[in-house]
């Protein structure tokens, strides 16, 4: 799966201005909405959802990389979308460092190979250092959009 | 002559302590397959042990240490892994990882989390 098949480019944010997890969520889910892609009705259930993932463990998966998703009857296709935060946020991720990189990722209830097909190419483009340091370091969603592209372009077909 | 047979008893004895793999298979039980949660559960418990952890699915052999490693596989419910283990502790670390499998790392078959 390419990023582009699941990440909301309209939605992207390079600056959050959150400061905490649920912020962080927060202004990502709306971003979500304003881009169309999830309904405003179910703005509220997707951030509760995603909140209570967090809650049977953190999605900082480490890297500075934090991947907080649900799983939502709203969306009829996986959705997503990813942030950058320059400061870092503090995310009780795995490795208990801050978190500065996120893919927020909404799929259906019935889709359990999509979402973890999302989690690979997130996965497997996030193992190079450099292409974490780049996408932390963009100064425009639409660095980050490029950035993305040329990971689907340069990525493993699968 | 003597060095030579202490050298054999050695390696009989010990003999997974010098770098023979041992392996599994497992198989991923649970409906929602190897997400985040479990392929954290996995890394974890992998990182416990001195030998080398890897898991080997059909094209794709990956450090069973890395959760983003892990997270590469995608492997869904019904997948089938090989576990392979190398290093003085191989043997534990298996077991202890092959009861991860065992237990559908703690998720109800039929569990929504992810």
Redesign the interface.
Known sequence: MKFSDFVATEAIRSHVDADTKEGVIREMARALVDAGKIGTADEESIIKAIMK?ED??S?G???GVA?P???HPGVNRLVGTVAVSSEGINFES?DGEPVQLFFLLVSP?DR??D???A??S???Q??DESFCKLLKSAKAPMDIQHLLEEADGHGVV? | MAAESRESLHNASEANSTGETISREVVVANRQGLHARPADLLAREARRWQSRIELVADSQRVDGKSILDVLTLAAEAGTRLVVEATGPDAREALEAIGSLFDRNFNEHAGSQET
């Open positions: 993932r049977l463990g999605t998966i480490g890297r991947v998703h649900t799983k795995l209830p359990p190979g979402h973890l097909r989690l690979e997130i996965s497997r996030l193992r699968s």
